[in-house]
């Protein structure tokens, strides 16, 4: 595969090249994939849909490992991205959970989801998602400014550090920005600031009494990033 060039103000330039992919027999609805690359293996579940054209990435927070928000979001939409029909006109979305070869490293976590790209992009997916929490904000909007086939990002409590090319996303990539008021770690400042940064298309939920991992409003969360990613990748 060709290699991925990364190159944004905030940090400094990069590359990465998938070499290999290894898929390991299916456990649940994903299968463990592991892309060989030229900066290490980065590790994912993937979410098949048959004759897939539109995709999702998820990833976490700073503290790495199979994390996610809004109790188990990640696990729940992307199961059931992959089977629902919301609409006629729908199609069902393949998703990859990706784990981070070096949490809190920006530059790595950002190299890493652009490798995740190449591989949906290889399965077919044309238009794609990303989505990401906590620090992973910073990922999914580094990553979408450095590729024209993401059409929207989805941070739930983001912080603002690395986030400034989100204002080179539109027109071509939406951001939908979701956060709770009583946020102890990252405050409901820090999407407030970036949804002024960043250009339409755009939408900022704020959620009274909520934390940082969003528990409380879990259901809510669910159906608002839901609805968004088939709103956004079937239109």
Request: proline share 5%; charged share 20%; hydrophobic share 40%.
């Amino acid at each position: 595969m060709s290699p991925i060039n990364l190159k944004r103000d905030e940090i400094s330039q990069a590359e990465i090249l998938v070499h290999n992919v290894d898929v390991s027999a299916r456990q649940d609805s994903f299968y463990p994939v592991q892309l060989q690359t030229s900066r290490g293996r980065v590790q994912g579940r993937y979410y098949p849909v048959e004759g897939a054209r539109l995709g999702a990435i998820w990833v976490g927070g700073a503290g790495g490992d199979w994390d996610a928000p809004a109790r188990g979001l990640y696990a729940k939409l992307c199961h059931e991205l992959a089977s629902d029909r919301p609409l006629e006109t729908s199609w069902g979305i393949a998703s990859l959970w990706i784990r981070y070869r070096y949490p809190s490293q920006l530059e790595e976590s950002v190299l890493d989801v652009l490798a995740g790209l190449t591989y949906l992009e290889s399965r077919g997916v044309e238009a794609i998602a990303l989505i990401g929490h906590s620090f992973g904000g910073a990922v999914v909007i580094q990553a979408a400014a450095n590729a024209l086939n993401v059409r929207t990002v989805v941070t739930l409590a983001t912080q603002t550090f690395g986030t400034l090319p989100v204002f080179d996303l539109s027109p071509h990539c939406s951001i939908l920005l979701l956060h709770g008021t009583e946020d102890t770690i990252l405050p409901s400042d820090c999407s407030k600031t970036v949804y002024q940064v960043a250009q339409e298309p755009k939408r900022l939920v704020l959620y009274p009494g909520a934390n940082h991992n969003l528990d409380e409003v879990a259901p809510d969360v669910h159906l608002e990033v839901r609805s968004w990613l088939f709103e956004q990748l079937n239109s």
